[in-house]
C-alpha cells in the first residue's frame, strides 16, 4: 500500500520495523521500547498513561479500522524466570521504564472491541512465545515469518503442557488459533528498487554475511572455497559492508549464495533478486508466503554431501538462462515482497478475515 492509498486509520502498537518507510498521517504508531530509546516512526508517541487512556476511548470509540500489534519484547513475566525476578522487573517497568509496558496492557487496552486486529512476528526463532497468547488469542489475523511447516511446532514447550506434540495435538486452544496464523516475508525496502545497477556480470558466485550465524553457512563457505579453486570467479565477504557495495556485488553476480542465518527467511533473499541476480538459497524449513520458484526465480539446495557444490556448476552452465531469472525474480519480488505489498497484504488479509 504505497504511502496507505486506501487511507485505513490504522494504530500501530509495538515494534514493527520493517514497515516504518511506509508509515504516513493515516497510521498512530505507538512505540512500546525502552523510554531511552529513539522513535523511529513518523506520527510516532512513546506510550504512557495520558496515552492509554486516550487510545482507550479511541478505540471504544471505534476510530481506527485496523489494530496492528507486533510481538511483546518486554514482558512483565515470564514463566521460565523465579517470582523473584518477575516480581524486580515489574517494579523497574512501573516506576522507570513504563512505555515498556505497552503490549503487557493490551487486555484492558482493547477491552471488547470489534475492531480487526492483526498480530506480526517477524522474530527468528519459530515460536510463539507464551507472552503472546493473548494477541493470539484476540487477533483475526498473526502473521509469522517463521512459521514452521508443522504449525503445531509453534508451541513446543510453550508451557508445562505442551512438552510434546502429543499434547498440542489435544489442546483446544492451540486447535484454535492455529487457523488464524499466515505466512509472511521479511520483504526488501522499496527503495532498494530505485538503485541504478550495472548489467555487467563478472562475478560466477558471491556471499557476504557472518559464517557463523549457522552451521549451514560454516559447512558451506568450503564449497565456495573448492570452486575458487577450480576457476570459478568467487567473492566472499564475511565483514559488513555498506549497502550500496553489496547491492552492487549482487548485481554484477550470476549467482549469490543465500543460505539461512539465525532464520531461514533472510531479506538477502529478496535483495539478491532485486539487483537481477539468482539466489541459492538451502531447502526451507518454513511455510512460505508467494515463495521463490526454484528454476524460476532461485535454486535451492539440500546440505547434505556436495549437493550445493552441484547445483552451482550447474547454474553456471547457462549464463543466458540465469539473466532471464534474474529479470523474473526481480519482476516477483516486486510484486509480493516489497514492505508496501506486504503490508498492503496484512491489512487487506486482517480485514477481509474479520469481515
Not at 512500546?32 to 523511529?40: F, M, Q, T
Not at 541504478?196 to 560466477?204: A, G, S
Request: net charge positive; proline share 4%.
Amino acid at each position: 500500500m504505497e504511502q496507505n492509498k486506501t487511507k485505513y486509520k490504522i494504530l500501530v502498537l509495538g515494534e514493527t520495523g520493517q514497515f516504518r518507510e511506509h508509515i504516513d498521517h493515516n497510521f498512530y504508531c505507538v512505540s512500546i521500547h525502552k523510554k531511552n530509546h529513539e522513535i523511529r516512526y513518523r506520527n510516532g508517541h512513546l506510550f504512557s498513561i495520558p496515552l492509554f487512556f486516550k487510545l482507550r476511548e479511541q478505540i471504544k470509540d471505534r476510530y481506527y479500522d485496523l489494530i496492528l500489534c507486533g510481538s511483546n519484547p518486554y514482558p512483565i513475566y515470564l514463566h521460565d524466570r523465579s517470582l523473584f525476578k518477575n516480581i524486580r522487573n515489574f517494579i523497574y517497568m512501573l516506576f522507570f521504564d513504563f512505555p515498556s509496558f505497552g503490549l503487557s496492557m493490551l487486555p484492558m487496552l482493547l477491552g471488547k472491541t470489534k475492531i480487526p486486529v492483526a498480530g506480526v512476528n517477524s522474530n527468528d526463532m519459530p515460536r510463539i512465545p507464551k507472552e503472546d497468547f493473548y494477541l493470539l488469542k484476540r487477533c483475526d489475523c498473526y502473521f509469522m515469518r517463521e512459521l514452521p511447516q508443522n504449525k503445531r511446532l509453534l508451541f513446543l514447550n510453550a508451557n508445562k503442557r505442551s512438552n510434546d506434540l502429543h499434547a498440542i495435538k489435544d489442546n483446544l486452544f492451540f486447535s484454535k488459533v492455529i487457523e488464524k496464523i499466515y505466512p509472511i516475508s521479511l520483504g526488501a525496502s522499496d527503495e532498494i528498487a530505485k538503485h541504478k545497477q550495472t548489467n555487467l556480470k563478472d562475478i560466477d558466485i558471491f556471499f557476504c554475511g557472518n559464517v557463523n550465524n549457522s552451521t549451514v553457512r560454516k559447512d558451506g563457505i568450503n564449497v565456495l572455497k573448492k570452486l575458487e579453486d577450480e576457476g570459478y570467479k568467487v567473492l566472499c565477504i564475511t565483514d559488513r559492508i555498506p549497502f550500496t557495495e553489496f547491492y552492487d556485488y549482487c548485481a554484477r553476480s550470476w549467482l549469490v549464495w543465500s543460505p539461512n542465518g539465525f532464520g531461514w527467511d533472510c531479506v538477502r533473499h529478496y535483495e539478491i533478486c532485486l539487483a537481477e541476480s539468482v539466489p541459492v538459497i538451502n531447502y526451507p524449513t518454513i511455510i512460505r508466503y508467494q515463495p521463490l520458484v526454484e528454476g524460476e526465480h532461485c535454486f535451492y539446495y539440500g546440505v547434505e554431501g556436495d549437493h550445493l557444490y552441484q547445483v552451482i556448476k550447474n547454474a553456471l552452465k547457462n549464463k543466458d538462462r540465469l539473466r532471464h531469472m534474474g529479470e523474473m525474480a526481480k519482476n516477483h519480488c516486486l510484486q509480493y515482497h516489497t514492505r508496501s505489498k506486504i503490508l498492503q497484504y496484512i491489512v487487506e488479509t486482517t480485514l477481509a478475515k474479520a469481515n
